[in-house]
Structure formats: C-alpha cells, structure tokens
C-alpha cells in the first residue's frame, strides 16, 4: 500500500507541466525577492528574501528573514513565502510553483520545500556554512524522499552575496566604533 502511494506521487511528478522560464523572467523574480531582503534590512534582519511563484507566473507568497522580529527561529523567509502561498491557494500542494530566494535554503526550509512539493527553486548567494542545498548537504538529491526540487544555484549570486557582506560587516564596524567609545570613556 505503502509503495503504491509513492508510485502514485512520483507518477504525479513526472505530469508537471515543464513551462521553463525565460531569463527576464528570473530576474524579474529574483529582483522581488532581494527586495524582500532589503525590507528585511531596513528592519535591522540580515537581508533575506524570498517569493513563490505560480505556474502562471503569479506571485502567491512573499517572505522576508524576520527571526529578531519574532524571536523565533522558524521565521525564515522561505517558510513565510510558503505558508502565504499555501494560505493563498487553500492547499499545501504547491505543484508546479517556483520559489526564488537570496540565500541558499537552510535544512529546515529545504524540508519545507520538499513538503510542499515545489518544483523549482532559485536561489542567490551560497551557503556554506548552513545551505542544505549543495553547499554542506543536498537534502534535494536524497533519493528516498518523494519529491526532489531541482535548484538552480547561484542566480544573482553576486549581488545578493554582496548584500549579506554589505550587512555584516556594517554591524562589524558598529561593534568597533563601540568598543572604541567604550575604551575613549574609559581611558578618560
Ligand atoms: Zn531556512
């Protein structure tokens, strides 16, 4: 029983419709995410953004990092994203939905994304510390799983790289220029 259900789902799979993007789609797509990212920074969160697609190209959910607004650490942009589009369709099936992100997808938003069943992801700058999708595991190509999200790494990697850089290392000087006041006081 068990293995017919998988046998059903995977059947299930192969029926998605294979409409490619275009690349002015991409980036049109991946620009809204980064500007989720930077709503994300205006309010003080590390810059990340994300939105989902519909097969037709409509945006069903967006999501930007909010873990320090919340203080929870499941508020990643990715599981906002998908908890709106699923909101917005009345299912959790997201079949044939794209989802573009700035930072490659951690373990527990890869999860999500396997959940949901999206079909694509897009995501920007790599993750080598915590990316689950490639970078330190590619919980995407495990086999066993029933759904395997096909990622395109590296779309916009530059600039959305280049907006965590930017973000750390402002918070870098701040604590520096603290530190100096700190000692100034101090020494006085
Ligand atoms: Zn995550």
């Known amino acids: 029983m068990t293995n017919f259900f998988f046998d059903t789902m995977n059947k299930n799979d192969e029926l998605r419709s294979d409409r490619m993007l275009s690349n002015e789609e991409k980036k049109k797509y991946m620009q809204l995410a980064i500007d989720q990212a930077k709503e994300a920074k205006s309010q003080g969160e590390v810059p990340i953004g994300a939105v989902v697609v519909d097969p037709a190209g409509k945006v069903i959910g967006t999501g930007y990092n909010r873990r320090e607004l919340d203080e929870d650490a499941t508020q990643?942009?990715?599981?906002?994203?998908?908890?709106?589009?699923?909101?917005?369709?009345?299912?959790?099936?997201?079949?044939?939905?794209?989802?573009?992100?700035?930072?490659e997808p951690c373990p527990m938003c890869?999860?999500?994304?396997?959940?949901?069943?999206?079909?694509?992801?897009y995501f920007g700058a790599l993750d080598h510390?915590?990316?689950?999708?490639?970078?330190?595991?590619?919980?995407?190509?495990?086999?066993?799983?029933?759904?395997?999200?096909?990622?395109?790494?590296?779309?916009?990697?530059?600039?959305?790289?280049?907006?965590?850089?930017?973000?750390?290392?402002?918070?870098?000087?701040?604590?520096?220029?603290?530190?100096?006041?700190?000692?100034?006081?101090?020494?006085?």
């Open 76 to 103: 990643h942009a990715e599981m906002i994203a998908i908890k709106e589009a699923c909101d917005n369709l009345g299912m959790w099936r997201l079949i044939d939905c794209s989802l573009f992100v700035t930072l």
């Open 110 to 121: 890869a999860g999500a994304i396997i959940n949901s069943r999206i079909k694509d992801v």
């Open 129 to 188: 510390k915590a990316g689950a999708c490639g970078s330190v595991v590619d919980l995407f190509s495990v086999e066993k799983f029933n759904h395997h999200p096909h990622a395109v790494r590296g779309l916009y990697h530059d600039q959305c790289a280049q907006m965590l850089k930017d973000f750390f290392r402002a918070i870098r000087e701040k604590q520096k220029a603290a530190k100096q006041a700190q000692k100034e006081t101090e020494s006085q």
